[in-house]
């Protein structure tokens, strides 16, 4: 472990994810969406790490645990930055951006209390909008724009 820099300070693993760049106070839900908890595979994680690009980051390691895209795209309404470093044999094999996708279908709510998603059975459409880091999304009902991340169910 380097102690005069800030990349290691959560011990490098041999094979496994290294999830990069999660805004930290996301690192919780991602660990829930990702169902991290109810799995075998050690996890470390880090948290208000600093990040040149960020300010302060969330970093989480699972060892011997290697993720579909689909898996990996649950998490991208909270991490839409994030970084997915492949390990093998403690070298990155290989490193993956997030696919932000166009539409987001059925697994967030609108923040308009009075959208007619929030009144009836139908399930909610948004475009997804990004703004710098940040990612928006615009309901296709009621046209209000929402940050992803308070938007989750
Ligand atoms: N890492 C790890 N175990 C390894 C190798 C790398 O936990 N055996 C972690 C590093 O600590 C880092 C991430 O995987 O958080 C990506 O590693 P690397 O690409 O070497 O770091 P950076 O160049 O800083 O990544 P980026 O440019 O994506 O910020
Ligand atoms: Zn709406």
């Given amino acids: 472990m380097k102690t005069n820099s800030n990349q290691l300070i959560v011990n490098a693993i041999e094979n496994g994810t290294v999830l990069d760049h999660i805004p930290s106070k996301n690192i919780f839900k991602v660990i829930d969406i990702l169902k991290l908890e109810s799995g075998e595979n050690q996890v470390t994680i880090g948290m208000n790490l600093e990040s040149k690009t ?57 923040a308009n209390p009075l959208c007619v998603t929030n009144h009836q059975e139908i399930p909610t459409v948004f475009t997804t909008i990004r703004d710098n880091s940040k990612l928006k999304l615009l309901c296709h009902y009621c046209e209000k724009t929402t940050d992803a991340e308070d938007v989750l169910k």
Avoid: Q
């Fill in 54 to 110: 960020f300010g302060k980051k969330g970093i989480i390691k699972i060892a011997d645990r290697f993720f579909k895209d689909d898996e990996i795209g649950r998490i991208a309404l909270l991490a839409p930055e994030a970084t997915i470093n492949v390990i093998k044999g403690y070298e990155v094999v290989e490193k993956k951006r997030i696919e932000i996708p166009e539409k987001v279908v059925g697994i967030a709510r609108c």
